[in-house]
Structure formats: structure tokens, C-alpha cells
């Protein structure tokens, strides 16, 4: 099941031209904040929002802290705690909106859609303060003159749409899920958070990586281009997150990685960034295979297809022999593992393809063996892209099961698969769906996911 199966409403932004106009707008803004046009947004969320429809302030306290606990689940990538008088009204109200959404009563759900509509309005107007005084934007009585607020500005921005865009994964509405992700990417290359600095923050390095890492899941997910161009990306050269040493000189750092030059970025947010960019380039390298390419370019496709492999095999060789140790280390794992699924479910149903069967079957068992972990580390919530990773690994073990019923064809030839009895390929396949169900209900998105791969299920035991 593809991931845009999943969508729940059908508005927002429909096509990539116009994500690109309006990031090209959020760009020019960010080089002087300069008053400005606000960011188009579809007009139902453009309401305005009764004052007297809010939570107590001691009340929201109380969720506000409860969110601070899991925020870096969902991109949180700021400083906690983060004083609420350096906060902007757009992030102060995207918090309050992920509160009373973590909160899991019936008070907050009958508020989150004001809260959410009041969000979108002041990240809508984050950038450009003082363009409608006459509006009931918050931002309309705050000072923008002090250039030394503008970087403190964007960063919130930033932290707003990357949040914003996993509350709408989360809920399953894709579509204006993409639409804020490509605005976090236009406002970090605006502002070039992919460049080393002599004065940069490591708020500003950890802006960069966030907003990196969940564009490789979440277009990869889908089969979308990336929002980053692809020659920016080697000109990447800040460390990695919660690091301070940097790639070889002449090197960029995603470029010194893939090439095995450095072994530099071993923190847990680091080995996340890694595990996503090695999942978006397995995920786009399939793409381009074609049965019947020219030599010269089938050449080259399997010299990618080594190197590739070659690098994932060796990172997670080095970094997931143990048991994932908190929520960044098991996201990690369980994406270096799916990138292998990736990259070897090209040439599963190939007769003479036994090896990648094997990867592949290997490393779904490496995702079930490190789901072990989600009672030992208590996880509430996980990242939304985990629905997506537990789907593509329940599907390699549907389509194995499927396989001792009955003989796979594909591409004309037979197809044998490794000897295993049907029972452990079900009981590894409910596993998955009992992780799945923990939190399927708090995310619509597992949820659906959830929901058709037991299905799937259902009907690989009939069949």
C-alpha cells in the first residue's frame, strides 16, 4: 500500500509547481524579512478564531509540559525547555496546538480544531509581521525592527512548519503535510542552514538536519522528488547534529558519508539523518531501473546498487549490532533496515535473485527483532513515518507467506523462496500489527496503515 492511500482529506497544495512558487516567496522574505505577502494557504483554514474558545493557562501549562516530554518525536528541535518570552506567537501557538492534541481528553478535542486554525494563521503570517495591521494576526503589535530577532524568527518559523507538517502526517492529511515540509525546506536553504558559518548556532545545525532527515522519509515514502536540489546536496558541509567535528576538507558531509570517507556523527540524531539519507537513496535508485536499460547505463546502475548496499551494510554493521537504546536509535535501526528492503525487493521474485531474498527477509526480521524494545524504552508515541517503515516490512513477510501457497512469477520466470514454515511469517506479521495497534490510536495515518496490512493478512491466510 502506497502511503498516499492514507489520505484522509483532499485539499491543500496539488502540485509541485506551485509548492515551489510559494517557497520561492517564503526565500525572498527571509533575506530581510521584509514585509511581504503572506504564504498562500487553502481558505478553510483561514477562519478567524474566537478569543474565548482557549484553555485555562494553568491547564495548558500542564499540557505544554507534556509535550516538551515527547517533542523531539515529532521534530522538535529547539532547546527545551524554551522560555515562553522568546517564543513567537506562531510557535507558541503550534505548541499549544500539539498540547491539547497529546493530551488525549475530550475537552481538548473539541478545541483542537480552533487551536490548529489559529496555528496555521501566525506560522501563515511568521515571516511578515506588519503586512496587515488591520488584521487580527498576532503578530500585528510585535516589534520586527531588531535585526538580531530576525534569526530567532526564522528558526521558530522553521520549528513551526516542521511541526505543523507532522501533526497533518500524523492525521493522515498528506497533502498540507507536503505543503509545510516544502515551506521548512525553502525557509532552510533561504536562509542557508546547509553552509558552515563562523557565528551558526546549533539550534541553526539542528534546524538544517531535522528538516533534511524528514524530507528523505517523507518523499521517499511516497516516490515524490525531494524538496532539496540535487547538487545542493553535496555542498552540505555543516556536522552532524550534536556533533562539532566536520567532514574532510574538500568533502561534504552527506558526500564524506556515502563514500565511507568519515565515520564523523555517532550521536543518536546523527545515525537518524544517516539511516533517513540511506533510505532515500535506496528507495530513489530502484526507480530507475528498467529490465531492458542499454549496458553502459545498467553498468552504472549496479555499481550504485553496490555502493549502496555496501554502505548500509557497513553502517549497520558498526552502529545496530545492540538493541535500540532510545526513540532516535530505534527509528534509525528500523530505517537502515527497510533501506535494505528497498534496495533488494527489486530482484526478489528473480529466480536466480537468492541472495537479495535473503537480505530481504533478514533484515524484516532485524525490524521485528528490534520492535523487542518498544516496552523496555515506554514509548507514548513514535514518529509518524514508522507506519510506513512496519507496512513495506510486513509486506515482505505477506509476500513470502504468499509464496508457500502457491509458486511467484515474475517477469515470466519462477521464483523460490528460502524454507520457513508459514507460522513463524504470521506470528512475525502480528507483531508488527500489535506494535502498529499501540499507537494507531493516536495517529489516523498508522491507523489506516494498521488497519490494511491485518487485512492483508486476513486474506494471505484464506488465499
Known amino acids: ?131 496587515r495591521p488591520q488584521s487580527p494576526s498576532p503578530y500585528a503589535l510585535i516589534p520586527t525592527s531588531n535585526p538580531q530577532d530576525h534569526p530567532r524568527i526564522i528558526l521558530q518559523a522553521i520549528q513551526c512548519h516542521i511541526l505543523l507538517a507532522t501533526y497533518f502526517f500524523r492525521n493522515a492529511r498528506l497533502l498540507e503535510g507536503k505543503y509545510h515540509l516544502g515551506t521548512a525546506v525553502g525557509l532552510v536553504l533561504g536562509a542557508g542552514m546547509h553552509r558552515r558559518i563562523s557565528t551558526g548556532s546549533s539550534a541553526r545545525n539542528n534546524a538544517f538536519w531535522t528538516v533534511y532527515t524528514m524530507d528523505c522519509c517523507w518523499t521517499s515514502a511516497d516516490g515524490s522528488p525531494s524538496n532539496f536540489p540535487q547538487d545542493m546536496q553535496s555542498q552540505v558541509d555543516v556536522h552532524w547534529p550534536q556533533e562539532t567535528s566536520s567532514s574532510p576538507h574538500g568533502l561534504g558531509t552527506i558526500t564524506a558519508f556515502l563514500t565511507s570517507r568519515s565515520m564523523s556523527g555517532t550521536s543518536a540524531q546523527a545515525l537518524y539523518a544517516k539511516a533517513a539519507i540511506l533510505y532515500e537513496r535506496a528507495s530513489r535508485l530502484v526507480i530507475r531501473y528498467r529490465p531492458q536499460m542499454p549496458p553502459e547505463e545498467l553498468n552504472n546502475f549496479f555499481l550504485a546498487f553496490t555502493n549502496i548496499d555496501t554502505v ?127 499507537f494507531a490510536s493516536r495517529s489516523k495515518l498508522m491507523d489506516s496503515q494498521h488497519k490494511a496490512l491485518r487485512e492483508s493478512l486476513g486474506r494471505a491466510m484464506q488465499s
Open 1 to 131: 500500500m502506497n502511503f498516499q492511500d492514507c489520505e484522509y482529506v483532499e485539499f491543500g497544495p496539488s502540485t509541485t509547481q506551485r509548492l515551489e512558487e510559494q517557497i520561492a516567496g517564503v526565500e525572498a522574505r527571509i533575506r530581510g524579512l521584509n514585509p511581504a505577502a503572506p504564504v498562500p494557504y487553502p481558505n478553510h483554514q483561514r477562519s478567524s478564531v474566537p478569543s474565548d474558545r482557549s484553555l485555562h493557562h494553568d491547564v495548558m501549562q500542564q499540557l505544554t509540559s507534556n509535550f516538551y516530554a515527547h517533542a523531539a518525536q515529532f521534530g522538535f528541535f529547539l532547546d527545551i525547555p524554551v522560555s515562553s518570552s522568546t517564543l513567537t506567537p506562531a510557535l507558541t501557538s503550534t505548541i499549544q496546538l500539539w498540547s491539547i492534541h497529546l493530551s488525549n481528553s475530550n475537552f481538548g478535542h473539541e478545541l483542537e480544531s480552533e487551536y490548529l486554525s489559529r496555528a496555521v494563521r501566525a506560522t501563515t503570517d511568521a515571516l511578515s509581521p506588519p503586512s
Open 312 to 438: 548500509i551494510q557497513q553502517f549497520r554493521q558498526t552502529f545496530f549490532s545492540q538493541s535500540p537504546q532510545d526513540h532516535p536509535h530505534l527509528v534509525a535501526h528500523i530505517l537502515t533496515h527497510v533501506a535494505t528492503i528497498q534496495l533488494h525487493n527489486l530482484f526478489v521474485g528473480d529466480r536466480e535473485a537468492e541472495s537479495s531474498r535473503r537480505r530481504v527477509l533478514d533484515a524484516a526480521t532485524g525490524v521485528v527483532q528490534a520492535l523487542a524494545t518498544i516496552q523496555q524504552l515506554r514509548l507514548d508515541d513514535v514518529d509518524p513515518i514508522m507506519g510506513t517503515l512496519l507496512t513495506a516490512t510486513g509486506q515482505v513477510f505477506l509476500i513470502s507467506l504468499a509464496a508457500h501457497r502457491s509458486t511467484v512469477r515474475v517477469s515470466g520466470r519462477h521464483a523460490t523462496w528460502p524454507e520457513s514454515g508459514v507460522m513463524p511469517l504470521k506470528a512475525s506479521v502480528e507483531r508488527i500489527l500489535d506494535v502498529m495497534g499501540l
